[in-house]
């Protein structure tokens, strides 16, 4: 923790200048806390990302912040402990908690699209714990109100990530019909067209994934793998190290389906592997699973 934090102790001494820098400089600084957040969410270090920000409110909590920014702060610290439940495969009862109360202060912030990530955040949330368990109502009128709102003011990585949220609900309700999964498709589509138009790599890649596994259902295996690979290139590429695992097994899984079982089993030893290196149990479970099932299956002649 130590190392990340001394980036952000420069805008901590600045808020000590003139009393009318001090605002701009104490918005820097909420701002350079939560990059460090999601730069250490993104590599997978959820514990130090959680540290991060909990050191990073204490920092901040004798400030004049504005309800906005402490909000922002708050958000994104949920937004680690959802990710790291989600990881444990520990329930996510305490970070939708965490979540609700987000979208309380973000609504008395008043700052419409705060609103929306908050709400898009708690939508997925929702989604994870009852995925195809239930409709997925709420959570699927939290992504609505978020995307009305990333749409009308240009948001448009917001858009592309819940119209993506809005298709997993299609996809992963409770017994989805064929048009559940049809609409669910128009909107991984719709997400990766807005996601590739503005450079959107990490939005893409869900999509994608999402994209090739319609394919696979299908039977399409050859346009299934070049999705695959193009979600985990984009993951590789844009350091999003926290779920490369999970693109790393759906890869193996179509090429196991297509009679390769050396290249999947590589494939799920890296996914393996670098569950390990994560410390995530989900996608460590996973793996294994994956390469056990490999022993009960003989190659194709």
């Not at 102790?9 to 600084?29: F, N």
């Not at 009308?152 to 917001?158: K, V």
């Not at 996914?271 to 995530?280: N, P």
Request: glycine share 6%; proline share 5%.
């Amino acid at each position: 923790m130590l190392v990340p934090l001394l980036a952000v102790l420069p805008l901590l001494a600045a808020t000590a200048g003139a009393p009318s820098d001090v605002p701009s400089r104490q918005v820097a600084l909420v701002g350079a806390l939560i990059d460090l957040g999601e730069a250490e969410r993104r590599a997978g270090r959820l514990d130090e990302c959680m540290r991060v920000l909990d050191a990073g409110a204490a920092l901040v909590s004798p400030m004049e912040v504005n309800p906005a920014d402490r909000t922002r702060l708050a958000l994104q610290r949920a937004r680690c402990a959802y990710y790291k439940a989600s990881l444990a495969v520990t329930p996510l009862d305490d970070a939708i908690r965490e979540l609700r109360t987000v979208v309380v202060q973000a609504e008395v912030a008043a700052e419409p699209l705060l609103l929306a990530d908050a709400r898009d955040l708690l939508g997925l949330a929702l989604y994870a714990r009852d995925i195809r368990k239930t409709a997925h109502d709420e959570a699927r009128a939290l992504f609505e109100q978020a995307l009305a709102s990333r749409r009308s003011r240009g948001d448009r990585r917001g858009e592309a990530e819940t119209l993506f949220h809005l298709g997993l609900v299609s996809e992963n309700r409770n017994d989805p019909s064929p048009e559940d999964l049809r609409r669910a498709r128009a909107r991984h589509e719709e997400a990766l067209s807005v996601a590739r138009a503005g450079g959107f790599e990490i939005e893409a890649s869900y999509a994608l994934r999402h994209l090739a596994g319609h394919k696979q259902d299908a039977g399409d295996l050859d346009g299934a793998v070049a999705g695959f690979e193009e979600s985990l290139r984009l993951r590789e590429r844009s350091g999003y190290r926290i779920y490369v695992p999970p693109a790393l097994l759906a890869l193996g899984d179509a090429w196991k389906q297509k009679g390769d079982l050396a290249k999947a089993r590589s494939l799920f030893e890296r996914a393996l592997a670098d569950a390990e290196a994560l410390g995530a149990a989900r996608f460590r479970s996973a793996a294994r699973e994956a390469l056990a099932g490999l022993e009960a299956s003989p190659p194709k002649p």
